[in-house]
């Protein structure tokens, strides 16, 4: 299941934007562990979170479920009448994410889908967005939100990580630095670091924590916290309320 080592901006070839194509895919898994801090860790707080509020006989969806690492890790913790859904619009993606998920699939389903188009998630008690919404258009962030707000089951909960953007341009450019170290420290040379910020420009697009909380806020979510943060990483925790629906 382990997938190969993640090299694609080695090269000093043109550079294309950033997609999730097949070669984006082989590598995926390194470059989400040598790339994201503590990538391992905020898997696990996630699971955890997603046990706490699934509920029996309702839906779980992962939105941007790329390799279908959080779907499997939650396909032994969660009660059977629990359904996995997991959504992404990468068909590469979802090729990989049925061969890790194989022994899991009469509980698991995998749908091809542009999240930017209308959604719906019925039954949801429990909605994932780990570093995902930070690709979509910042104009139809809220949009989304509202959306997930609106399909979950009253104590339903939506778990969101995201690369954020610094207040002031100061501390932007500090967050930053420490993350290029990190990823120095995880084997990327100068050159790598520079080329896939380049074909991320305008493709992953970071709000900052004010951005980000004023939409939950918008988007319904009354009560929601920081679980995680590293930097320019954040993770909340947000709850629909019973009187929300």
């Not at 043109?14 to 070669?23: D, Q, T």
Request: charged share 30%; hydrophobic share 40%; glycine share 6%.
């Amino acid at each position: 299941m382990a997938g190969k080592k993640d090299n694609l901006f080695q090269s000093t070839g043109p550079i294309g934007k950033f997609e999730f194509n097949a070669p984006v895919v082989r590598v995926f898994d390194d470059m989400l562990a040598r790339s994201v801090p503590f990538y391992k860790e905020c898997m696990s707080l996630t699971v955890e979170f997603v046990c706490h509020y699934a509920r029996p006989k309702t839906n779980v969806y992962d939105l941007g479920c790329s390799t279908g690492t959080l779907l499997f890790n939650l396909a032994d913790r969660l009660p059977k009448s629990v359904k996995l859904v997991g959504i992404d619009n990468s068909p590469e993606m979802l090729k990989k994410a049925e061969r890790k998920l194989r022994d899991h699939l009469k509980r698991c389903e995998l749908v091809e889908k542009d999240l930017m188009k209308p959604q719906e998630f019925p039954n949801a008690s429990v909605v994932v967005m780990n570093y995902t919404l930070q690709f979509v258009p910042p104009e139809k962030r809220i949009k989304m939100m509202k959306t997930i707000n609106k399909h979950l089951i009253p104590g339903g909960a939506l778990v969101l990580i995201e690369k954020i953007k610094g207040e002031s341009e100061g501390m932007d450019n500090l967050f930053v630095d420490e993350h290029h170290r990190f990823k120095k420290s995880k084997g990327y040379s100068k050159l790598e670091i520079a080329r896939k910020r380049q074909a991320l420009e305008k493709v992953l697009v970071p709000q900052t924590v004010k951005q980000n909380e004023s939409m939950l806020k918008r988007a319904g979510f009354q009560e929601f916290e920081t679980f995680f943060r590293w930097c320019n990483f954040v993770g909340w925790v947000a709850v629909k309320h019973p009187e929300n629906s």
